[in-house]
């Protein structure tokens, strides 16, 4: 019996120091795995910097309120995450990153690539109040990063969002519409209209319209949602029937502005959420505010 136990200590321990090898010494060693690029979306190197001033600031924020208990930092290489969330992650990525945020659950999306996804009044109006801008979401409101609204950010939200917005980018903090989500409004074509417009297709937009877009563009269309206080420039008031001039006026036109989101505006990209079919009934309806004065 003792000889036994001996063995199988023997063989734990030599177990336990394999796996430190494999998994801890042998990636240290390899001088690949200590890149301090990454492959950009060109196919190109680039450097991986160091966070400095307000973002480094921020990370610290984002550890302290816990935001990494529901968010990853990782793009995993399976089930397509790379189409929602970005470039799957490489070594070079966490070069500097000490913690390591990697995650474990995602209670929320992963938010690798979060920097330039959504604008900083956006940012601000979420953390002040998630459900004001994502109707039914479980993330918690953060009001004491504010002074009591979403217009007026404490020093640390501003360093926290900071942060956000460097996020799988290398622009300088804050200041920029990333280049993945530039590739990707790119990619996001017109596609022309799959569904009829009918009442039966403007009632299903009506459902999709309060669910999404209510809380910032108002439940009459107005642009004077709930969310709106804060935003600038403010959601689009579609009861006049006009639209931005420089987009165009064109169903598709208007299409185009859902699925890829309004550059500089809060105005989110829509077609990760929502299916085609979804972006036609959606419009269909928002453009019945326009028509007729309903009694
Ligand atoms: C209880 C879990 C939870 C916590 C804690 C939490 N979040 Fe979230 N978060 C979510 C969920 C769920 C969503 C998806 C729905 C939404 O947009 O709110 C989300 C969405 C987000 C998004 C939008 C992602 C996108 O689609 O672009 C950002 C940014 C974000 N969270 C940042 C934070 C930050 C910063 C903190 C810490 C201050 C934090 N979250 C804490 C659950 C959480
Ligand atoms: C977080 C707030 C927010 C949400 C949610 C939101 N929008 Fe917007 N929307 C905006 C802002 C801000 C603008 C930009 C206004 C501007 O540039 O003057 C905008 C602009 C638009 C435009 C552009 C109008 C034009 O002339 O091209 C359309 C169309 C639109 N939104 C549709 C929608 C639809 C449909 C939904 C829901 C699926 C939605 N929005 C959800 C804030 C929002």
């Given at each position: 019996m003792k000889r036994s136990g001996n063995v199988i200590l023997i063989a734990g321990f030599g177990?336990?120091?394999?796996?430190?090898v494999i998994i801890g010494i042998i990636p240290w060693l390899q001088p690949k795995q200590q890149t301090h690029t990454i492959i950009n979306l060109k196919g190109k190197p680039e450097p991986v910097h160091e966070l400095t001033g307000l973002a480094a600031k921020g990370r610290l924020v984002?550890?302290?309120?816990?935001?990494?208990v529901c968010h990853t930092q990782f793009v995993r290489p399976v089930s397509g995450e790379k189409q929602y969330y970005g470039p799957v992650a490489e070594a070079g990525?966490?070069?500097?990153q000490l913690p390591m945020l990697m995650g474990k659950r995602r209670i929320g999306p992963d938010l690798s690539d979060e920097g330039g996804k959504h604008t900083n009044d956006w940012q601000y109006a979420?953390?002040?109040?998630?459900?004001?801008?994502?109707?039914?979401?479980i993330m918690q409101p953060f009001p004491w990063l504010f002074h009591g609204s979403a217009a007026k950010p404490t020093k640390r939200a501003?360093?926290?969002?900071?942060?956000?917005?460097?996020?799988?980018?290398?622009?300088?903090?804050g200041t920029g519409y990333k280049s993945y989500w530039q590739y990707r409004a790119a990619q996001v074509s017109a596609v022309s209209a799959v569904v009829k417009n009918s009442p039966q297709v403007v009632k299903e937009g009506m459902?999709?319209?309060?669910?999404?877009?209510?809380?910032?563009?108002?439940?009459?269309?107005?642009?004077?949602?709930?969310?709106?206080?804060?935003l600038?420039?403010?959601?689009?008031?579609?009861?006049?029937?006009k639209w931005?001039?420089?987009?165009?006026?064109?169903?598709?036109?208007?299409y185009t502005r859902i699925a890829q989101g309004v550059p500089h505006t809060a105005m989110p990209e829509w077609a990760t959420t929502l299916k085609p079919n979804q972006i036609w009934e959606v419009l269909y309806y928002i453009k019945t505010f326009s028509q007729k004065k309903v009694a």
């Open positions: 177990f336990f120091l394999l796996a430190f984002y550890i302290h309120e816990g935001c990494w990525t966490y070069n500097y979420h953390l002040y109040d998630p459900t004001s801008v994502s109707p039914g979401t501003v360093e926290l969002v900071a942060y956000l917005q460097t996020l799988g980018t290398d622009v300088a903090e459902k999709i319209f309060n669910a999404n877009c209510q809380a910032c563009h108002g439940i009459k269309g107005g642009g004077n949602g709930p969310a709106a206080a804060s600038k420039p403010k959601p689009w008031d579609f009861t006049s029937g931005i001039k420089k987009y165009g006026s064109t169903d598709k036109d208007i």
